[in-house]
């Protein structure tokens, strides 16, 4: 495929078959993402998957519980209070896989490396027929003291991109996008 092809009709993908993402597409995944440029080279990040249909739902339900426990600090969130009040709602889609992109602590730039990382990976996801969607509602749910010790993430350690992975089971539309916002040429 295409760069450009790639970069153009990548989409988030929320809906998809029930066929598992075998270890070797995951792997091949992963090795695109530490293909990402870094600050000082550092590659400050560190990977979880989750396989497990049942632990991605239990885990979307305990999100969304979190998520309404913080609407007051969050009002960005309100919007979606219905949504996390609703049981059939899934944070997650129902995807059978989930990647997690950590940052690995004290690099200078470690977040803004994870995100190219991301990128790597979901434009690969795409050059292999998969789909996936940056699942941001499970950020702060990912990053609980509590959540971190049932997945075994080092401290210090921070979710930064938990990505969703699966075949799509329909090709979202094109979504519209705004011309670059120019600032400064000189
Ligand atoms: C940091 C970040 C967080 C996101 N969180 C969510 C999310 O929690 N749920 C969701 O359905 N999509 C989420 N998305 C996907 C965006 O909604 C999506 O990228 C945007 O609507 C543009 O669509 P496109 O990815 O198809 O170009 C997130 C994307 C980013 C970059």
């Given at each position: 495929m295409e760069l450009k092809e790639a970069i153009n009709n990548r989409r988030s993908v929320r809906s998809y078959t029930?066929?598992?993402?075998?270890?070797a597409t995951i792997e091949k995944l992963l090795d695109s993402a530490v293909?990402?440029?870094?600050a000082m080279n550092s590659q400050p990040w560190a990977y979880a998957i989750i396989q497990d249909g049942a632990l991605l739902k239990e885990y979307s339900d305990r999100s969304k519980h979190y998520l309404l426990s913080i609407l007051d600090q969050?009002?960005?969130?309100?919007?979606?209070?219905a949504a996390f009040e609703n049981p059939e709602f899934n944070i997650f889609y129902n995807a059978q896989s989930l990647i997690i992109i950590?940052?690995?602590?004290?690099?200078?730039?470690s977040s803004e490396d994870c995100c190219l990382a991301a990128q790597n990976l979901m434009l690969t996801a795409?050059?292999?027929a998969l789909g996936?969607?940056?699942?941001?509602?499970?950020?702060a749910f990912l990053n609980?003291?509590?959540?971190?010790?049932?997945?075994?993430?080092?401290?210090?350690?921070?979710?930064?991109a938990p990505i969703i992975v699966g075949y799509p089971q329909v090709n979202p539309p094109a979504?519209?996008?705004?011309?670059?916002?120019i600032l400064f040429w000189k």
């Open positions: 029930n066929t598992t993402v075998d270890k293909q990402a440029p870094s969050v009002p960005q969130l309100n919007k979606y209070k950590f940052a690995k602590p004290s690099e200078l730039h795409h050059n292999l996936t969607c940056w699942i941001g509602f499970a950020r609980l003291p509590e959540v971190k010790a049932e997945l075994r993430i080092p401290t210090g350690y921070e979710a930064i979504v519209p996008k705004k011309s670059p916002e």
